[in-house]
């Protein structure tokens, strides 16, 4: 790992860790979420990037390199959670939040969280609402947001409401260890599971702070990213939530099985599907599935898949 330290200023409250591919054909992305931070306040931010993986351009890291306000990382390993992490071990100011290279905050985001967290003392964290940005016209990412600081943890299962530009942390109340056992593809969820389990006190602000930007070739369209929420729910489980939690999680695992099973399905895959099926039934909420059992008798007649707007039945 290669470390080009620029920034030393007592002065700075908060840290932003972006973790980057540093790739060429991203590089007008990038710029445009470093000049986002500094624009996010009105006091000097640290800036952290850790490159990774093994496609960084030149221009890309030389440019990265050159600003007086970033410190420059390279880590080999393509790992946005383990750039995080790196990130994560340099902080050294009170505050730190993150960002992907290739959205932003919107101006004076910094300082709105920051403000709004002072008032709240012994609040550990805050958490945002923002933009999702879809065919460039903007919609608003959550709705009813602040219903989710009734029960964090319970409302993770009807929305993530943390996610990569949403969030200002207490240093010393969100320690490193948090971010050491992160989870490929679906870890914003895993680390809100794992703050809203140690009862932290979030901090739940509806207001605007960042812009996320949709891409085509997200993670989260991926049939990678679908079928690692079976092993994420098994690892929530091993943390011993609450009972009416692990029923919650329970019931995800059976839509998962369920939505396995379609897939099966519509490849042709029947001995598959059946399993996947039969696993659905046998876990809280299963029953609600007993009707699509008859598509899995031969010559039934297909319906689209769940994913293009099939039905369950």
């Known amino acids: 790992m290669d470390n080009n330290s620029k920034i030393d200023d007592p002065c700075c409250f908060v840290t932003v860790l972006m ?3 540093a790739k060429r054909e991203r590089f007008h992305l990038i710029k445009r979420a470093v000049n986002s931070i500094r624009k996010s306040s009105s006091n000097q931010v640290k800036i952290i990037v850790v490159a990774n993986g093994n496609s960084c351009d030149k221009n890309v890291v030389d440019w990265l390199q050159l600003q007086s306000d970033i410190t420059y990382v390279y880590d080999q390993l393509p790992s946005l959670a383990n750039a995080v992490l790196i990130a994560r ?5 009170p505050y730190f939040s993150t960002l992907d290279d290739d959205d932003e905050y919107l101006e004076g985001a910094t300082d709105i969280k920051l403000n709004a967290l002072h008032e709240v003392s012994d609040a550990d964290m805050i958490v945002t ?6 065919n460039k016209y903007d919609i608003i990412m959550y709705r009813n947001y602040r219903e989710a600081s009734n029960d964090p943890l319970k409302y993770l299962f009807k929305f993530n409401w943390l996610n990569s530009g949403n969030a200002l ?4 109340r969100i320690s490193i260890d948090y971010f050491e056992d992160h989870f490929l593809n679906i870890e914003w969820t895993w680390l809100a599971y794992k703050i809203a389990l140690a009862k932290k006190k979030i901090l739940f602000l509806d207001r605007t702070t960042f812009r996320y930007y949709d891409t085509p070739m997200s993670a989260s369209k991926t049939v990678a990213y679908m079928e690692s929420h079976m092993r994420l729910y098994e690892r929530m489980l091993l943390l011993n939530p609450p009972q009416d939690i692990a029923t919650l999680i329970r019931e995800r695992m059976s839509m998962d099985w369920h939505c396995r099973s379609d897939r099966a399905l519509q490849a042709g895959q029947y001995g598959e599907a059946l399993t996947c099926h039969l696993r659905s039934l046998f876990l809280p909420g ?13 010559f039934w007649p297909k319906k689209k898949p769940l994913n293009q707007g099939g039905d369950e039945s």
Do not use: Q
Not at 89 to 93: C, R
Not at 129 to 134: C, E, I, R, T
Not at 292 to 297: E, K, Q, T, V
């Open 169 to 172: 942390y207490k240093t010393d």
């Open 286 to 298: 299963g029953l609600r599935f007993l009707l699509y059992s008859r598509r899995l008798i031969p």
């Open 19 to 21: 973790p980057s591919a």
């Open 129 to 134: 609402n923002g933009y999702h940005n879809k």
């Open 89 to 93: 071990k340099l902080v050294d100011t």
